[in-house]
Structures are given as C-alpha cells and as structure tokens.
C-alpha cells in the first residue's frame, strides 16, 4: 500500500492519519474535506462562543500529507480504486478511509427546514447571528448534544428552552431519580425543561409541541441524536446497516478489502459509537490492520463523566442490576445510585448527578467484589481509602492500571508529575488524578509539603498561620512553629507573606535580613557582583522628557542599557553605593520602583489600542496601565506578568502572562495561567465579555487566591494546573465564591492598593536604610576595585575574574 | 614549632558592633582583603573571605544568614550555595571552602584578625 485516500477530516480522521505517520508510514496521503476548515475538536465546540478562537480548537497541521478542504466526495468507482469529487478531481488509492462521521438527525417536523444543528463552526456560525436580535430559543434534544447546546443558546443570552422526547433529561446516562435532580439543577439555572413530549411543528416565531404547548421562540435548535453518514459506501455497494452505518469487521474493514470506516460513520458489532474515545480506538486499529497488525476493536466503554451546564454527571459500567443502592438529596442536587449483583458481592455500576466523586473511586471496581459496604461508598465517602487491585483501571483514557501506577512507583516515582510522565496516566482528562494521589500515599510515598528543614508546613500553611495568628516577625513565626534560624529558602517565602499581607517596606526592622540580595538592594544581582536598575514604565508608555532622563542617568553612571522583554528599560552595572544616587535622579524625574528585583508584578505590557490602532477594539494602553499601578509592588509566591491586547490580534502576548487580557467588542476576556520560559503554556480562558470594573473584581480575587495558595516559587501556570479540579474549581472559586471566599480576597487586595508606597523614594528619604548601600562598611566611600568593566559594542560589559585562578571549584 | 616562629596576629578595628544588623553581613576591606562579615542571632561575629569561589563574585556578605542544624551559614546570593560561618566550608559540596577569619568585638568594635 502506499497511496491511501482518506474521506472525511474531523477528529477520528485526523487520529487515524497521525497514528500512520507515527508508525512510519512513507506512503502518500490524501485527506478531503467538506468543511472549509481543517480538522477541529469538535468536542470543544461550545467554547468557540464563549471566546476560544478557532486556531486553539484546531488540530495540529500534518506534515507531508495532501489535504483538499471545501472537496466533498461524490463517487467511489471500486473497480478502479477511484475516488472522485463534486468539482470533478479523481484522486486514486490502494487503501481507502471513510471517515465521513455523521449528520444531526432532524426529525420529520413540518417547518423543520428553518431550524438549526449543532455540529460544526460553520453551524455555530449561523446559530450566532439568528441569536442576536431574538429573546428565546429551543433546543430539541434533552441528552448530551441537546444540553451543550443549549450552554450554547443560554450563553448566546437567550432564555432557552430544552424540549426531550423521553420523561427525563439524558435518558442514556441517567434514570429517571436522576432525571429529576438534572432538570433540578437546569431549571435553577433559568432554563426550561420540556420532558416527554416531541414537537409537532415549527412556525415563524414559534414552536408547537404534542401536547399542545406553544414556545414563542424564533431559534430552533436540533441535537437530538445523529445519523452515520453512510451514503458514500451505500452507493458503491458495500454494506450498510438497516439504521444507518458502515459495516465493518473488529478490524473495521468492509467487505472491500482495501476499504475501512472508522468514527461515527462506521457500523462495528452492531453499533454506531459517537463518543470520541472509541473512535479515536477505532482509528489506531485500523492502523495496525492496514500496516499488517491483527489489533481489534471489541466494543468500548461508554462510561463518561461530564461537567454539562455547571453540572456533573457521571454514568460507569451497567445501568441496571439485580440491587440497587441509592443516595437522594433533593436540596443539595445530589444523586448517586450504585447496581450491584444478586449475591449483593459485585458492583456493576452506577449513576452520579452533582457529584461525580464515586465516578472516579468506584469505576475501577466495577465487574469486582464491592470494596464496602455499599451505603459506606455512597453515604461517608470512606472510598477514599479503598485498596484498588492491580487490574483495576485508573486511567481510562490511556488504559493504565493501578498495577502499571504502583510498579512506577516501586520504580522510584514519588510525586504526580513524574507519574504522569513516566505512565501517561492523568495526561488526557485528569479525572484519575485524585486517584493516582492516593495509590502515592497508600504505596507508603509521603508527599512532604515541608517548606525546608526549619518549618514542617507547606508555604500555603504558613499563610494561613501568619494571617489568622496575626504574626509579624519571621522570629515570632519561627519560634511558633519552626526550628533554628531559618535559611535562604524560608527566610524569603516569610518575607514575601509579611509583605503580601501587611504591605510594610520590604527593609523595615528584622524584615531586612530575610531579604535575598535583590530585594535587599532593591535592584538585580548580576555574574560580577554589580545590580541592574529597571523604572517602572506602566503599560510601556512613556513621555519623551523621561526617556530623555533614563538616558542621562544611564549616560552619567556609565550604565549598560537595553529594551526589556516587558516594555521598559534595564540599566546594568551599577555598584551598590551608586544605586541610592541613581534612584534619587530617577525619583526626582517621577519614576519609581519596577520591582523587577522582586516576586512580585513586574509589567504589564500593552498593545498600542484603540486610540492609534486602526484594528483596536479596546483602550488596551489604559488599561494596562490602570491595572499596573493598581497591582505595583504586591508580593506574591513568584513574580507575575500580565498583558492587554486591544483586539484578537493578540499584539501583546497576553496569552504568555499570568494573567492576560484580550479585547472584545463587548469588552474584555480573561486568561489566567500562562507562561513563556522554560515550559511555555498558553494562559486558559476563566471568563469572557466581562466590562472593566468586573474584571479588576476577578483580577483581585485570582492574584490574591493565588497568594494565598501557591506554593513558594511556584508560577500561576503551574498553580493552575495543580489544583484540583483545575480551571473549573478555580472559576468556582473566584467567580462563583463557591468558598464564599470573595469578599475577603477583595478587602485583601484593596489594603494592598491602598498601603502601597514606592519603596525606592521610602528608601532614599530614609538615612538608616541608605547606610547599607556601601560596598565597604569600614570605607564607606571607596568603591569595589574588584569590579571592572571593559567596552564591547560602545558599551560597557563586565570583566571577570577567570575561575580556574580562584584555586576552586570546576 | 613555637608560638614566636608564628607571624604575629594583627587586630584591624573595621566598624562598630552596631553598624552589623543581626543576621545580616557586611563586607570590610582589611588590608586589601574583603572580608564578609556576619552577625549572628545569638550575637556572634564571624568573618569569612567575601570571594565566591563558584563564580569569581565578591559577594558572600550579601547571602542570606540562616542555620543548617545547628551550625550558622550563608548563602550565597549567586547559586545558593551554603557554606559555614565556622568553618569556611562549603556545606553543599565539602571539597569548595572559603578562608575565615578570626573576629572579636574590643569596646564596641568588630576586630578581624589577620
């Protein structure tokens, strides 16, 4: 084989076509498409209206291969091994794909012409503009597709109804007691449940129901359920199945031997799967098959855990049973039901709505002997201590076993990451990171949250200590609950908590010596013992007369000087009795402390914005500078970054920031998380069209939570992603005050905005600071004569002096 | 060996006692040396050579003062490594070690020995 033809490019084709190439295939592919567009997750469909953009939905680019977008496939001559398109175009194969997915199902309703699917960007699109200027929408289809849908329309501001022909929302995950808490939780988020009636017809501006009910609503949504898109293979001859299908062998062959179906378009045992996991199976089968393999596909586990609508719900193993054990709670919205054997031994499966934590404890046990007694699973959560046996799978998105986890973890890994690493476990969706914590901490693994050998708590610990306790003194905190004198590691994580929570000068009292030199000096310690200075320049705007100072400055010090990365400027080589002098020209001009010696904000960069940028949607140059001088000199576990970008264009990088901000026509979107460095990671959306005052209000509450929480050196990209339950719990958290925690995150922060001082000018009108900045305390006037510079580029650089004459180390 | 074939010690006043904050270091120019000098909690004053040995920077005075068990240390501002206020040594790699210097206080001033 070595011309393989692939029909269809969503998810499951793009799986198939990168499985081929990372096996080595050398052979030449073509891909054709019928959307415009290249392949892109279509599972993450709802959150392109809520501001992901489509280049983050789409899927990586695969090399070498030959793709045809906007080319639909007509005509398969099998005989001649031709494919052919609508615009004529025959592309021959050895092997061919039909990955040709499926269509929304649209029920046979008079006036059902006008109504939408959900299915692709293209859909999203149309469904986008019916929505502005309509006040109600119905969504027909009460199951997975029909309620992302309808997150969709409510997003979109409509008031959304949810018609379902069955008597309960998601009648394929649920039964009805959880059909009834579901429609609970939906309906106190606003929304209309319909259930048990089906539509009998669509008007102008209204919508019929079959027991006589009418919706005024002009958008008509349908997702209720999908049809393989089997005409191709029809046509041709091969086999279909009586409701719809490609039939295909375990190897998901036809009976055409060069010609396979995989995805939602395939018919493998009887049954069509639409749940990306088991396609994407599909897909790596059909790959082994084609390259020589005998893998097979024998079914797929449907399980699933969804968070739908801000609800969680989760369905493991069968849905049925000879007992059953259930767990209601009506005003807390919680439902859990688990199916046991007749002999009450083994578990078989079970139902979770608004709380899925049994999803991930007792899945792995299900086919098993029940761990305990069936009302301690639900009732006390004591699943917390349950002993999984080797077989049990921890991940199911990766197929790792508790066995594969504890034999890595025999093999020397101690933590979650190097689990994740070293076994692909969590990687995927993360449900199985509480799981994969607990088989560390039950294999004996102690996961010491120790700051160093002086304080046995965790950073986040010696917040809480300090803030509730009222300390103020790294001697009183120590004596309280640590031992010794302290060290480089402790000494600064207390310093930047005294600093965070009560806003005093970083030099003040016994608070000077736990400074590490940088904030000890107020500048940046560089390879020859001298300190770099760096003015604040908010948002990188600034006038020509103080740019005219910085020149001068630098020019009378004799200082190297070069354009940060974070808009401003940096003047090097400045010896430590020079640094008061050079502060008093720059306080004198207006300048003031950048902190970029410090954890704490250093820019907030900008683009140029709306007032010059004829693309600019927002003010972004204002902005970033109010949110720079409101966040200037706030201490926090390490040094934070922000950006605001005044259009989608994304000019200032906000995406790389800790916290970023992007322009909308509505106003702004916020993206918490990012990083550059040494692992990049693009920053999360946490909320979108948000209007300037309700996004310095979530800007608080995250810098502050974040302060709070984090461990000591600890960014927010890797933050973020250490939380549990990640950006949701987070979002929760700080957007919801699901910890009723906001309030107090906001006083917090508005005493920091109201205590801060520029610790530059404190410092230079202060003489008992300034007496430090001597190189020499018995000579206070005499400069460093180790320090020596030579010229490169008519600027000065360091001379050093060559390690191998120190008579130490390599 | 005798006492008199040593060269004899020299005490070089360098500052007051007062002048060094409790766990902070200084650095004194003594005879062309730089000397870090540090003041511990307990009120101690040690002196080691202010060089670091891992980067050729005149820096050890400016490292965090702080304890490894019971021994007093300095960190140094560069890489962080822990060496001794006692003995010079470096606590992270027992191969490097600075020179120390002896100190006394006489009258409210800080002595080094040389």
């Known amino acids: 084989m070595n011309r393989l033809v692939v029909v269809g490019y969503g998810p499951t084709a793009h799986r198939l076509v990168e499985t081929l190439l990372s096996r080595g295939f050398d052979g030449h592919v073509t891909v054709f498409g019928e959307e415009p567009l290249p392949a892109y997750d279509r599972v993450a469909l709802t959150s392109y209206l809520q501001g992901v953009t489509l280049e983050e939905l789409e899927y990586p680019e695969l090399p070498g291969v030959v793709t045809r977008l906007s080319s639909r496939v007509t005509g398969i001559d099998r005989a001649a091994k031709v494919v052919t398109t609508e615009d004529g175009h025959a ?14 199902f649209v029920p046979p309703v008079p006036g059902a012409s006008g109504a939408f699917v959900y299915r692709t960007i293209d859909d999203l699109e149309r469904i986008r503009q019916a929505a502005s200027g309509a006040a109600r929408g119905v969504v027909v289809g009460g199951g997975l597709l029909g309620l992302e849908a309808a997150d969709a329309l409510r997003g979109l501001g409509l008031d959304t109804h949810i018609v379902e022909l069955s008597p309960w929302l998601m009648p394929r995950q649920v039964d009805e007691g959880g059909g009834s808490v579901l429609k609970g939780h939906i309906s106190n988020l606003g929304l209309s449940v319909h259930a048990g009636v089906s539509l009998a017809s669509i008007e102008p501006d209204r919508v019929v129901l079959s027991d006589g009910g009418v919706i005024d609503a002009s958008v008509v949504v349908f997702s209720a359920g999908i049809k393989p898109r089997d005409e191709l293979a029809r ?58 393999g005998s893998a097979a596909f024998h079914g797929a586990d449907m399980s699933a855990k969804l968070k739908l609508l801000g609800v969680e719900v989760a369905q493991f193993g069968a849905m049925e049973g000879a007992l059953d054990v259930t767990y209601m709670d009506p005003v807390g919205g919680v439902y859990k039901k688990l199916f046991i054997s007749d002999d009450a031994r083994t578990l078989l499966g079970g139902i979770c709505v608004g709380d899925a934590a049994p999803y991930t404890t007792l899945k792995p046990f299900v086919g098993k002997p029940l761990p305990a007694s069936p009302s301690d699973l639900l009732f006390t959560g004591s699943a917390a201590a349950l002993d999984l046996p080797d077989d049990a799978q921890v991940c199911s998105c990766n197929n790792v076993t508790a066995g594969a986890v504890r034999e890595a973890i025999c093999d020397g890994v101690c933590d979650v990451p190097g689990l994740k690493a070293c076994t692909r476990a969590g990687t995927t969706c993360g449900s199985c990171v509480p799981m994969l914590k607990q088989l560390l901490e039950k294999s004996g693994v102690e996961l010491s ?79 020859n013992g001298t300190y770099s200075v760096v003015p604040r320049v908010p948002g990188g705007e600034i006038t020509p007369e103080k740019l005219i100072v910085v020149g001068e400055v630098a020019r009378d010090f004799g200082l190297y000087t070069k354009i940060t990365g974070g808009q401003r400027i940096d003047l090097f080589g400045a010896r430590v009795e020079q640094l008061p002098q050079i502060w008093k020209r720059l306080v004198d001009a207006g300048f003031e402390s950048g902190h970029a010696y410090g954890k704490a904000l250093r820019t907030v960069k900008s683009c140029v914005g709306s007032t010059w940028c004829r693309y600019g949607v927002q003010d972004s140059v204002g902005l970033a500078i109010a949110l720079e001088l409101r966040y200037r000199g706030l201490r926090s576990p390490h040094k934070l970054k922000s950006a605001v970008s005044g259009c989608a264009r994304e000019c200032a990088e906000a995406r790389s920031k800790d916290f970023g901000i992007i322009a909308t026509e509505q106003g702004w979107n916020l993206y918490v998380g990012g990083n550059g460095g040494f692992k990049p990671r693009h920053a999360d959306l946490l909320v979108s069209d948000v209007p300037t005052d309700e996004l310095i209000r979530i800007i608080d509450r995250f810098l502050m939570f974040y302060i709070r929480t984090a461990d000591r050196l600890q960014r927010t990209a890797a933050w973020v992603e250490s939380l549990d339950g990640g950006l949701d719990y987070l979002r929760s958290v700080i957007v919801d005050d699901s910890l009723g925690i906001c309030a107090s995150l906001e006083e917090q922060m508005e005493r920091h905005v109201a205590t801060y001082v520029d610790e530059w000018r404190a410092t230079i009108e202060d003489p008992d600071k300034l007496s430090r900045f001597v190189s020499f305390v018995n000579a206070p006037g005499v400069p460093d004569p180790s320090i020596v510079f030579e010229t490169e580029r008519d600027q000065i650089k360091p001379v050093l002096i060559p390690l191998d004459r120190l008579g130490s180390p390599a | 060996m005798t006492v008199a074939e040593l ?13 060094l904050l409790p766990e902070r270091g200084a650095c004194a120019l003594v005879e062309g040396h730089q000397v870090a000098l540090f003041r511990t909690f307990d009120g101690d004053v040690h002196a080691i050579a202010n060089l670091d040995p891992f980067t050729g920077a005149n820096v050890l005075s400016r490292g965090i003062v702080g304890s490894r068990g019971e021994e007093p240390t300095v960190a140094s501002p560069m890489h962080k490594q822990v060496f001794s206020l006692v003995t010079g040594e470096c606590l992270d790699d027992p191969s490097v070690s600075v020179a120390t210097y002896p100190t006394r206080v006489t009258d409210g001033r800080v002595e080094v020995g040389l």
Not at chain 1, 91 to 104: I, N
Not at chain 1, 253 to 276: F, K, N, Q
Not at chain 1, 472 to 485: D, K, N, P, V, Y
């Open chain 1, 91 to 104: 592309e021959p194969y050895d092997t061919l794909v039909l990955a040709t997915g499926s269509a929304p």
């Open chain 1, 235 to 292: 046509d041709c001859g091969l086999e279909v199945g009586a409701r719809g299908g490609i039939v295909v062998d375990e190897g998901m062959r036809t009976a055409d031997p060069s010609i396979y179906a995989v995805g939602e378009c395939a018919l493998v045992g009887g049954m069509v799967y639409g749940l990306v996991g088991p396609c994407f199976t599909q897909a790596e089968v059909a790959v082994d098959r084609m390259l020589g």
């Open chain 1, 449 to 527: 949250k120790a700051l160093c050998e002086h304080f046995d708590h965790s950073r986040a610990e010696l917040f809480d200590i300090v803030r509730v306790r009222g300390v103020t003194t790294f001697s009183e905190l120590i004596a309280m609950c640590g031992r010794g004198r302290g060290c480089d590691i402790c000494k600064p994580a207390v310093a930047s908590i005294l600093a965070s929570l009560h806003n005093g000068h970083v030099l003040d009292g016994e608070r000077a010596a736990l400074q590490d030199t940088n904030d000890h000096f107020l500048a940046n310690i560089q390879k």
């Open chain 2, 7 to 19: 060269p004899a010690r020299v005490w070089v006043a360098v500052c007051a006692y007062t002048a």
